[in-house]
């Protein structure tokens, strides 16, 4: 039985979060029902709450109730987790002064919005000092913090408990050398496909339904999620009862709108598998965006852009869209299946998405540890692109400036992207073990198996294991570029014939 000391301390832990997660209510509010003239007054409640949740943390009595419960040392694995998770969070939280923490706020509110208007005009040296700020003040955070080898491991902690920039960049360096001659060998392969198919004009509410019945195949819970309309899709909420998907639509881009949503259902079905007994407790939320990005990029494209997918799949799209009436299962699976390097990352295919993770995951490394200068990143990022990618940047907008992450101060948030896309690949090959039927599954349109599969093995743990261990603990192996590799190879090898 837990102890009365630590039935206060979850308590208040339930506090911090709860009041964190009306936050998230009302960021998707912002981006989805909000009138135009509430941003002010927006701005402000999101301020309040965050103080309020930020000041119930560093609070020094609940510092006191965590060295208590600590002292308790309670073996019990679901105790032994949230007191473990709490301590790493306040830690981070307790070194960063008001001060400090406010003067960020203020410079990413700023930052932003120079940010929005260089990247519209291509104006880098709007965005520069904004940049520079932004560097010098997540450089103090990182000091504050502490670390053992650099900078970027305290800010990158964050987003990936435990993980370390040498670490990652060995496992980045392992993927790049078996990447970059896998997409030579796709771009100069005999087979091309038929790309013209994806520019058929399907109307925005026929996708909207098309994509609804995808998700609730899925096993999307619609009485405890809902989508809607944004210009960036993402995936929020409140408690695994409340989770707010939301999509975009281009009518001459069926598949922007289609492999959105099921990218973002999946970090959905992650919220809504977590156990609501644990709600607002490190046991109940989720283990890394890395992890999180994994369960996304899982059902985007390990399921939703396979050849099984559309064997059921294919008769339903062309009932909704008669445009594609005479696509036949060949030409769709090949034409959702294009790679192309490309200079957007948001619009890249998944065999170069990594390189464009890697590119800028090398230019912030080097950014916060001062030994890259401000004013050369765009040079320095038109160099990297044409290593990794082949291709020169026609401008900053479609360069460095294309993304919104430095704008926010999120540095050491990119590398999670890439590795969602290895860790997919690496639980999709044990779901396969583990139910041998999987694909026969997939191409019925049974996709809950696989639903079932990822709660048990990865959803109703919450924070249990960090990252590493989990994939351990799921796969048998430590975390790898191997399977993604594996599944890419298998899969574009016959579809290109190279
Ligand atoms: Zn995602």
């Given at each position: 039985m837990p102890s009365q000391t630590y039935n206060e301390f979850i308590q208040r832990v339930k506090d911090i979060n709860l009041a964190a997660s009306i936050e998230g209510i009302l960021e998707w509010d912002q981006e989805t029902y909000m009138p135009e003239k509430g941003a002010e007054t927006r701005a402000a409640q999101l301020a309040l709450i965050a103080g309020v949740s930020h000041e119930k943390l560093i609070d020094p009595e609940f510092g006191h109730l965590l060295e208590k419960v600590e002292r308790e040392a309670d073996p019990d694995p679901l105790v032994a987790t949230n007191v473990r998770e709490l301590r790493r969070i306040y830690n981070r939280k307790v070194k960063l002064p008001t001060a400090l923490v406010q003067e960020i706020a203020r410079t990413i509110a700023l930052s932003k919005e120079a940010w929005t208007q260089a990247r519209r005009e291509s104006n880098f040296a709007h965005f520069a000092p904004h940049l520079e700020k932004l560097l010098d003040l997540k450089r103090q955070v990182a000091e504050r913090i502490g670390y053992k080898t650099e900078p970027y491991d305290a800010l990158m902690d964050e987003f990936e408990p435990g993980a370390r920039a040498a670490g990652v960049q060995s496992v980045f360096e392992g993927l790049k050398?078996?990447?970059?001659?896998?997409?030579?060998?796709?771009?100069?392969?005999?087979?091309?496909?038929?790309?013209?198919?994806?520019?058929?004009?399907?109307?925005?509410?026929?996708?909207?339904?098309?994509?609804?019945?995808?998700?609730?195949?899925?096993?999307?819970?619609?009485?405890?999620?809902?989508?809607?309309?944004?210009?960036?899709?993402?995936?929020?909420?409140?408690?695994?009862?409340?989770?707010?998907?939301?999509?975009?639509?281009?009518?001459?881009?069926?598949?922007?709108?289609?492999?959105?949503?099921?990218?973002?259902?999946?970090?959905?079905?992650?919220?809504?598998?977590?156990?609501?007994?644990?709600?607002?407790?490190?046991?109940?939320?989720?283990?890394?965006?890395?992890?999180?990005?994994?369960?996304?990029?899982?059902?985007?494209?390990?399921?939703?852009?396979?050849?099984?997918?559309?064997?059921?799949?294919?008769?339903?799209?062309?009932?909704?869209?008669?445009?594609?009436?005479?696509?036949?299962?060949?030409?769709?699976?090949?034409?959702?299946?294009?790679?192309?390097?490309?200079?957007?990352?948001?619009?890249?295919?998944?065999?170069?998405?990594?390189?464009?993770?890697?590119?800028?995951?090398?230019?912030?490394?080097?950014?916060?540890?001062?030994?890259?200068?401000?004013?050369?990143?765009?040079?320095?990022?038109?160099?990297?692109?044409?290593?990794?990618?082949?291709?020169?940047?026609?401008?900053?907008?479609?360069?460095?400036?294309?993304?919104?992450?430095?704008?926010?101060?999120?540095?050491?948030?990119?590398?999670?992207?890439?590795?969602?896309?290895?860790?997919a690949a690496q639980f999709f090959d044990a779901a396969r073990q583990a139910l041998p039927d999987l694909e026969a599954q997939i191409a019925r349109g049974e996709l809950h198996p696989l639903r079932e599969w990822l709660r048990e093995n990865i959803h109703r743990h919450g924070q249990r294991y960090r990252a590493t261990e989990l994939v351990e603990r799921v796969t048998g192996q430590p975390p790898s570029h191997r399977s993604f590799i594996e599944y890419l190879t298998r899969k574009y090898k016959p579809l290109y014939g190279f």
């Open positions: 050398a078996d990447l970059v001659p896998l997409v030579q060998a796709i771009k100069t392969a005999p087979r091309q496909p038929k790309t013209a198919l994806l520019e058929r004009k399907c109307p925005q509410a026929a996708q909207a339904a098309f994509g609804r019945r995808v998700v609730e195949t899925m096993a999307f819970d619609f009485a405890a999620g809902r989508i809607d309309l944004t210009t960036h899709p993402f995936c929020s909420g409140a408690s695994p009862d409340d989770v707010r998907l939301t999509n975009r639509y281009d009518e001459h881009y069926l598949p922007m709108s289609l492999f959105g949503i099921m990218h973002e259902a999946g970090h959905g079905l992650y919220e809504q598998g977590l156990l609501v007994e644990h709600m607002h407790t490190p046991m109940g939320m989720s283990v890394s965006l890395g992890i999180h990005e994994s369960q996304s990029r899982m059902w985007e494209n390990l399921v939703g852009r396979s050849r099984a997918f559309w064997v059921n799949w294919l008769a339903p799209l062309k009932a909704a869209f008669p445009t594609l009436a005479d696509a036949t299962l060949d030409d769709w699976y090949f034409a959702i299946n294009t790679v192309r390097p490309s200079f957007i990352r948001v619009e890249a295919d998944e065999v170069t998405y990594n390189l464009h993770i890697m590119l800028r995951f090398d230019l912030e490394r080097q950014m916060i540890a001062g030994k890259l200068k401000i004013k050369d990143v765009p040079a320095a990022w038109n160099d990297t692109f044409r290593q990794f990618l082949g291709l020169t940047p026609p401008n900053d907008a479609e360069g460095c400036l294309q993304d919104i992450h430095w704008s926010m101060g999120i540095f050491g948030y990119f590398p999670t992207y890439a590795l969602g896309n290895l860790y």
